[in-house]
């Protein structure tokens, strides 16, 4: 493929977010176009704390969806684990708000949208358990991650039905988006293997 490598690589932490509503989730933009990191805002007392991870008014302010029909859970045993890159194809594109729920991950998105000003680039963030950030991949951008740790649980809510007649993909290590994985693939599936590189 003819696709110029470009990236982002951010660890989420501290940032100057502009926060949105009643100052219980700051949504920022992530990079790619309408690709956004949702950071919480603890509430912390001697319990330890409470957080909200999404608001219907919050999200919609910010433009990002608010209806979700599918939730699903990722259990992976060894750190080094990469699952990817995936995506649904049209007429039923998903979009997916994922978060890391223990453990650490390297979460990726690579945008495979003709005519977005960010195609062919990608965007990686680690994401963990301490500070609970999600990230919203809108629909037809391709997504993946690897572990950073072993026992890594990573928690996902889908804009659309999974639909495997729709289900797709592109190769983790495809050399065209030159994705830089933090980490030796340790395992991945003979699927994921297989998949083919991106045809522009």
């Given at each position: 493929m003819a696709c110029t490598p470009?990236?982002?690589?951010?660890?989420?932490?501290?940032?100057?977010?502009?926060?949105?509503?009643?100052?219980?989730?700051?949504?920022r933009?992530?990079?790619?176009?309408?690709?956004?990191?949702?950071?919480?805002?603890r509430r912390p007392d001697e319990r330890g704390y409470?957080?909200?991870?999404?608001c219907e008014r919050e999200f919609s302010a910010a433009g990002l969806p608010v209806r979700f029909v599918q939730c699903s859970v990722s259990v992976n045993i060894r750190k080094g684990t990469v699952r990817g890159l995936h995506f649904q194809r049209a007429p039923s594109p998903e979009g997916k708000l994922v978060t890391c729920a223990r453990g650490r991950i390297f979460d990726v998105a690579?945008?495979?949208?003709?005519?977005?000003?960010?195609?062919?680039?990608w965007?990686?963030?680690?994401l963990n358990e301490e500070d609970k950030t999600l990230l919203y991949i809108p629909p037809g951008v391709a997504h993946g991650f690897q572990t950073l740790e072993d026992e890594a649980v990573v928690?996902?809510?889908?804009?659309?039905?999974?639909?495997?007649?729709?289900?797709d993909g592109v190769r983790w290590d495809d050399p065209g988006?030159?994705?830089?994985?933090?980490?030796?693939?340790t395992v991945i599936s003979e699927k994921d293997r297989s998949l083919p590189d991106f045809v522009k």
């Open positions: 470009q990236n982002t690589i951010d660890s989420i932490g501290s940032t100057d977010a502009s926060r949105i509503g009643l100052l219980l989730v700051k949504i933009e992530a990079g790619l176009m309408g690709l956004f990191l949702v950071e919480i805002e409470f957080a909200r991870t999404f690579v945008d495979i949208r003709p005519g977005s000003p960010t195609y062919c680039h965007a990686g963030f680690e928690f996902y809510q889908m804009t659309e039905f999974y639909r495997p007649d729709l289900s988006f030159a994705i830089r994985w933090p980490l030796a693939a």
